[in-house]
């Protein structure tokens, strides 16, 4: 009886281990690296968007390359770079110069690289078919140098036009092209509700799946949702506004790889006075995602250290309140 009972437990444990080996399909090195589900919620991560301090390195004249530094001075251990605050140092140092200056400078401050905002390089929506193209292969060597720098995304821009017929099939095309490229590299690029039509939640949406690519998702914004300015502005006075930011937000999550939280001014009790905090990252849980969460001040009333540190102050107190 003995002898039958572990030739029984012999043919079980090959019969388990063979069933899980070829059911299990093997997509580790076809899916980019994202942050997206985990099965039990980790501590909450949090990373620095660069565009937290572009007043320091643009107005102020401080240096970009230390961002790493600054970051883990105002505690961080991940940083989010925006390309468009190295624009000098592309010209005077190169390409190459300035990707390996911020490496080093990661590795000196032990902080690591979430993605790159990429800006300045093209619309990947732009219905001129010529220029469309141009802005994908200019944002190629941004892909490179997010591999490079230990990143899982880039976010691009779609603004392209306010017809939402014709958007919808460039920014398709756009966005589809670089994913394909993207993709061999174990990139995602995102696309960030950044004003005009890719503030319109549902439309996004719908872009990101006639992609229909592993490695193409969104980055929703708390903040971002003028659909319309003045004179046809990208930037400036905001004449339409998506009607629901917590709708919009909804509607964006099940494609996130990346979350941008937004602020611009707090009250006496540390909330941010336009976007209610506790409820957005309780529809960020409710999707599953436990990525990092970028930390973007955007406000003219606190300095940016302050700024980032209310932002950061606010988002771990409502992340520990919805986790209870």
Known sequence: ???????????????????????TPDTAETIPETETVAPNPPATKLSLAQWSLHKRYEAEGANPFEFAKDAKALGFDAVEYVSQLY???????????????????QKQH????????????????????????????????????????????IRVNTFGTNDPAIWINTVQDGLKKLSEYAATKNINV????????SSNAPLLMEAIGGVNMS?????????????????EERWGECIEEFPDKYKGIEILMPAAKAVSAKSYDFDAEGNETTIDYYKMLQIVKNTGYYGHIGVEYEGDVMSEEEGIIATKKLVLKAADQINK
Do not use: Q, Y
């Open 1 to 23: 009886m003995k002898k039958i009972a572990c030739l029984l437990i012999i043919c079980v444990s090959a019969f388990s281990c063979k069933n899980t080996s070829e059911t």
């Open 215 to 231: 490695n193409c998702g969104t980055l929703p914004d708390f903040g971002n949702w003028c659909v319309k300015r003045a004179n």
């Open 190 to 197: 995102l696309a960030e509700n950044h004003g005009w039509l």
């Open 87 to 105: 624009e000098d140092e592309l010209k005077e140092e190169g390409f190459d110069g300035v990707i390996d200056s911020l490496l080093a400078m």
């Open 110 to 153: 032990g902080v690591s690289c979430v993605l790159v905002m990429v800006d300045h390089e093209g619309d990947l929506a732009d219905p001129d078919p010529k220029k469309r193209d141009e802005a994908v292969e200019n944002h190629k060597k941004w892909v490179d140098a997010t591999v490079k720098l230990g990143g899982h995304a």
